[in-house]
T-cell receptor, first 111, second 115 residues
Framework: TQLLEQSPQFLSIQEGENLTVYCNSS?????LQWYRQEPGEGPVLLVT?????EVKKLKRLTFQFGDARKDSSLHITAAQPGDTGLYLC???????????FGTGTRLTVIP | EPEVTQTPSHQVTQMGQEVILRCVPI?????FYWYRQILGQKVEFLVS????????KSEIFDDQFSVERPDGSNFTLKIRSTKLEDSAMYFC????FGTGLSPLHFGNGTRLTVT
């Protein structure tokens, strides 16, 4: 089992603030995905990053893949209450047909 | 938009009983997965399935677990003799091209409670 550590585990911020969530592993990913999960639902894909150093933007969310493809970050600008949820990174290695999820960051945005 | 559907949404069973969790993946997807999430914990990989056979499985997926694609639309997870620690949300997922190449589409899960 591959280990992906996310930090922080919990984050509670005021509406309008910025935040960054980190995902780290000692292994090199072939690709990394970020998902968001709301209570009572399955994870929903936000983005996939494949190339080291890659940056992708999704409205107020910016995703970065580390140059060595061992880490990734998710930055949210001007957080809104609708951003509240569990953010999960998930990594794929080599040709294996599995996807391992990180420990998760539970974000609460207070109005 | 097509979606993965899971039934039942909630299953309560007694320890030692067999349970079958059912999933209908997205119709043109070829890769299927089961994950579980114990309350408050991480999403854990159980098994992946492609071309009518298991392609990967985790150490959690022991001989008490089995998967089957009995027809062209369903994908099932069977737990032969449930234990208390099997209580969790079980998520089915499917993808078109496999992990890393395409996203996993998840169902809304089956909450299994073993008493």
């Amino acid at each position: 089992t591959q280990l992906l550590e996310q930090s922080p585990q919990f984050l509670s911020i005021q509406e309008g603030e910025n935040l960054t969530v980190y995902c780290n592993s000692s292994s090199v990913f072939s690709s990394l995905q970020w998902y968001r999960q709301e209570p009572g639902e399955g994870p929903v894909l936000l983005v996939t990053v494949v190339t080291g150093g890659e940056v992708k933007k999704l409205k107020r969310l910016t995703f970065q893949f580390g140059d060595a493809r061992k880490d990734s970050s998710l930055h949210i600008t001007a957080a809104q209450p609708g951003d509240t949820g569990l953010y999960l990174c998930a990594g794929a290695w080599g040709g294996a047909n599995n996807l391992f999820f990180g420990t998760g960051t539970r974000l609460t945005v207070i109005p | 938009e097509p979606e993965v559907t899971q039934t039942p949404s909630h299953q309560v069973t007694q320890m030692g009983q067999e349970v079958i969790l059912r999933c209908v993946p997205i119709s043109n997807h070829l890769y299927f997965y089961w994950y579980r999430q114990i309350l408050g914990q991480k999403v854990e990989f159980l098994v992946s399935f492609y071309n009518n056979e298991i392609s990967e499985k985790s150490e959690i997926f022991d001989d008490q677990f089995s998967v089957e694609r009995p027809d062209g639309s369903n994908f099932t997870l069977k737990i032969r003799s449930t234990k208390l620690e099997d209580s969790a949300m079980y998520f089915c997922a499917s993808s078109e091209f496999g992990t890393g190449l395409s996203p996993l589409h998840f169902g809304n899960g089956t909450r299994l409670t073993v008493t």
